[in-house]
């Protein structure tokens, strides 16, 4: 198994600037990801954070409003960049291991005002 | 692909059972199933990987049919810690893919 630690647990933000989400597993693991949740609503994957290259982004996300980082194995920061009311949701960073279930951060709560 | 939950949402008493399922249009290596209750993160309920194997608690139990893409998670003698959202995670043609979550299932039993 492993342990997410992700911070910060909740956050509330002035529109225009940005926070940065830091994500750290106890273990090495092979994947990393980034998933947003809308209250009531199911995870929507934003990006793959891939180590030492550019994450990979799903459709509708893009990388200067979403820039992710991975250094190394088991760390990874999501920063919501230029905020709008419309980025308030919960932020979860995943991982997993191939053939293994994944495991989550508490998630960020973001409140945008 | 987002993979397609039904029901969307069960109202059980205490000891009766569910049955819920989950649908791709495209062909899955494998299919997760996570519970999500308020407020906290998904956990783990099991995985169904192509060719038969599963891996979850033993208390769960699912299936997995390759060729129409489908999983269903059964859910038995439901207890009250059993309410919560079901989410089933489908996984393409490689096990070091992306996990792509269904819109959920919201299960509450009652007393």
């Known amino acids: 198994s492993a342990v997410i630690s992700q911070k910060p647990s909740r956050d509330i933000c002035q529109r225009g600037t940005s926070l940065t989400i830091q994500c750290q597993v106890d273990s090495q693991v092979t994947m990393m990801f980034w998933y947003r949740q809308q209250p009531g609503q199911s995870l929507t994957l934003i990006a793959t954070?891939?180590?030492?290259?550019?994450?990979?982004?799903e459709s509708g996300f893009v990388i200067d409003k979403f820039p992710i980082s991975r250094p190394n194995l088991t760390f990874s920061t999501l920063t919501v960049s230029n905020m709008s009311p419309e980025d308030s949701s919960i932020y979860l960073c995943s991982s997993r291991r191939a053939n293994t279930e994944a495991f989550f951060g508490q998630g960020t709560r973001l409140t945008v005002v | 692909q987002q993979p397609v939950q039904s029901p969307q949402a069960v109202i059980l008493r205490e000891g009766e059972d569910a049955v819920i399922n989950c649908s791709s249009s495209k062909a899955l290596y494998s299919v997760h199933w996570y519970r999500q209750k308020h407020g906290e993160a998904p956990v783990f309920l099991m995985i169904?990987?192509?060719?038969?194997e599963q891996k979850g608690h033993e208390k769960i139990s699912a299936s997995f049919n390759e060729k129409k893409q489908q999983s269903s998670l059964y859910l038995t003698a439901s207890q009250l810690s059993y309410s919560g959202t079901y989410f089933c995670g489908t996984l393409g043609s490689s096990n070091t893919g992306k996990l792509i979550f269904g819109q959920g299932t919201t299960l509450q039993v009652k007393p």
């Open positions: 169904l990987l192509k060719g038969g």
């Open positions: 954070a891939n180590q030492g290259s550019e994450a990979t982004y």
